[in-house]
């Protein structure tokens, strides 16, 4: 793997939805009970991750979901007294009976661990800005639980993580979600600047009225313009220049005026080692130390565009569609601008970088970390997982921009 590859984020999980068969739609139902009793358990909440998809158990314990794409599903049961249910949900063609048994929760006092409480304010502000996000949308939003994130911080390591054991419950004013968020680990280094997070997510609709729906129909839309999603949309559409998308290889080579590091660490040690107040050593010191500061790899941008055609091939399954490139994608969306403020990035040699026909527009680019095609289905929705890292635009997954699977943008 090219560093170039080394630098892209990789967003693990979510538990993405998958949609891999023929089947457009199915139907399923089933009975909650408790596994002690075996009683029906009454307005048990069951929910379909990664969308707004959610019912409700009656006075039997009974639920139904129907009009779900078929494929593989995570179905998430809570109810109050009894631990959050995660059932693996494989939907098929024909109708199906999930049956669900609930484990009453053991209330346990745990050990209490006495903790600098500044500390951990600080380290919650680190989380809000790492897990959240740092957009204006992101400044609207608010934790109502954040008491139970188990978070820790190493400054000689510079890395944050953090879990939670129950669903860390979001709201966002700003598109109008509820996010609950089961957080298996969440990794910040900030010394490699790395993030990643694994976990389960689902969504719930806020109420509101007229003129609040209307802003978040608005703001939902404006973030899923130029996103990943919309691209692949394009891509299956055939109609990446019409949508504002322009891409095109982004190749890595070594930088031939940039000598090997062995060489550069040993002609540095060599000039303190011997006479280090000699002006000759000094001036060659600075020589080798500002080689040192060289890049590594030269980036260059190919002058055709790719097509759609290049990269997308139908999928075994009708309907589906194989993503398949090598090198690297490097993608402008033409229809965003960025903030000047943004621009200090490039700056940074781990960043993405930003080439002169880019401009002040969105820049993305995708990179494949396996081998063999990522499948998606014909709205655009990743079917296969950990096939490819993700860098600038695309590679911010904060909360403060997730969108449900099952959103619709507006064609208007």
Same mark, same amino acid.
């Given at each position: 793997?090219?560093?170039?590859?080394?630098?892209?984020?990789?967003?693990?999980?979510?538990?993405?939805?998958?949609?891999?068969?023929?089947?457009?739609?199915?139907?399923?139902?089933?009975?909650?009970?408790?596994?002690?009793?075996?009683?029906?358990?009454?307005?048990?909440?069951?929910?379909?991750?990664?969308?707004?998809?959610?019912?409700?158990?009656?006075?039997?314990?009974?639920?139904?979901?129907?009009?779900?794409?078929?494929?593989?599903?995570?179905?998430?049961?809570?109810?109050?007294?009894?631990?959050?249910?995660?059932?693996?949900?494989?939907?098929?063609?024909?109708?199906?009976?999930?049956?669900?048994?609930?484990?009453?929760?053991?209330?346990?006092?745990?050990?209490?661990?006495?903790?600098?409480?500044?500390?951990?304010?600080?380290?919650?502000? !680190? +989380?809000?800005?790492?897990?959240?996000?740092?957009?204006?949308?992101?400044?609207?939003?608010?934790?109502?639980?954040? =008491?139970?994130?188990?978070?820790?911080?190493?400054?000689?390591?510079?890395?944050?993580?953090?879990?939670?054991?129950?669903?860390?419950?979001?709201?966002?004013?700003?598109?109008?979600?509820?996010?609950?968020?089961?957080?298996?680990?969440?990794?910040?280094?900030?010394?490699?600047?790395?993030? *990643?997070?694994?976990?389960?997510?689902?969504?719930?609709?806020?109420?509101?009225?007229?003129?609040?729906?209307?802003?978040?129909?608005?703001?939902?839309?404006?973030?899923?313009?130029?996103?990943? !999603?919309?691209?692949?949309?394009?891509?299956?559409?055939?109609?990446?220049?019409?949508?504002?998308?322009?891409?095109?290889?982004?190749?890595?080579?070594?930088?031939?005026? !940039?000598?090997?590091?062995?060489?550069?660490?040993?002609?540095?040690?060599?000039?303190?080692?011997?006479?280090?107040?000699?002006?000759?050593?000094? =001036?060659?010191?600075?020589?080798?130390?500002?080689? *040192?500061?060289?890049?590594?790899?030269?980036?260059?941008?190919?002058?055709?565009?790719?097509?759609?055609?290049?990269?997308?091939?139908?999928?075994?399954?009708?309907?589906?569609?194989?993503?398949?490139?090598?090198?690297?994608?490097?993608?402008?969306?033409?229809?965003?601008?960025?903030?000047?403020?943004?621009?200090? !990035?490039?700056?940074?040699?781990?960043?993405?970088?930003? +080439?002169?026909?880019?401009?002040?527009?969105?820049?993305?680019?995708?990179?494949?970390?396996?081998?063999?095609?990522?499948?998606?289905?014909?709205?655009?929705?990743?079917?296969?997982?950990?096939?490819?890292?993700?860098?600038?635009?695309?590679? =911010?997954?904060?909360?403060?921009?997730?969108?449900?699977?099952?959103?619709?943008?507006?064609?208007?």
């Amino acid at each position: 793997m090219t560093s170039l590859a080394k630098k892209f984020i990789l967003i693990i999980g979510l538990v993405l939805t998958s949609l891999l068969s023929h089947a457009q739609y199915t139907n399923i139902s089933g009975k909650v009970i408790d596994v002690q009793t075996a009683a029906p358990v009454q307005n048990a909440e069951v929910y379909l991750t990664n969308t707004t998809t959610r019912t409700a158990t009656d006075a039997n314990g009974n639920y139904s979901i129907n009009n779900i794409p078929a494929g593989k599903y995570e179905l998430i049961t809570r109810h109050l007294g009894y631990a959050t249910k995660a059932t693996d949900l494989v939907a098929s063609t024909k109708e199906q009976t999930l049956n669900i048994g609930l484990v009453p929760k053991i209330i346990e006092l745990s050990e209490v661990t006495i903790t600098d409480v500044n500390e951990w304010k600080r380290n919650l502000e !680190r +989380f809000k800005l790492e897990f959240i996000g740092r957009d204006t949308h992101a400044a609207e939003c608010y934790i109502l639980n954040e =008491d139970i994130l188990q978070l820790r911080y190493s400054s000689k390591t510079q890395i944050l993580t953090a879990k939670t054991d129950d669903f860390l419950e979001v709201i966002n004013p700003a598109l109008g979600y509820k996010l609950r968020f089961l957080i298996k680990d969440l990794t910040v280094d900030y010394k490699e600047l790395r993030y *990643s997070y694994r976990g389960s997510m689902i969504f719930e609709e806020l109420p509101g009225n007229k003129k609040e729906q209307k802003k978040w129909s608005k703001n939902r839309n404006d973030i899923y313009e130029g996103s990943f !999603r919309h691209f692949m949309s394009s891509v299956i559409a055939a109609n990446l220049k019409k949508n504002g998308f322009i891409v095109k290889r982004l190749k890595e080579e070594h930088n031939p005026n !940039r000598p090997a590091d062995s060489l550069i660490n040993y002609k540095i040690t060599q000039q303190f080692k011997y006479n280090p107040n000699n002006k000759r050593n000094n =001036d060659s010191l600075k020589v080798w130390t500002s080689l *040192s500061k060289m890049p590594k790899f030269i980036q260059t941008l190919s002058k055709e565009e790719v097509t759609e055609s290049e990269i997308l091939k139908p999928g075994n399954v009708p309907q589906n569609y194989d993503l398949q490139f090598t090198d690297t994608l490097y993608v402008i969306y033409k229809n965003k601008y960025v903030e000047s403020m943004s621009l200090w !990035r490039n700056t940074n040699p781990k960043m993405l970088q930003r +080439f002169p026909e880019a401009g002040n527009k969105q820049i993305a680019a995708i990179n494949m970390q396996v081998r063999g095609p990522a499948t998606f289905n014909r709205e655009g929705i990743q079917l296969t997982e950990g096939r490819l890292f993700f860098d600038g635009t695309w590679g =911010d997954a904060r909360l403060s921009k997730q969108l449900p699977l099952d959103f619709k943008p507006d064609k208007n």
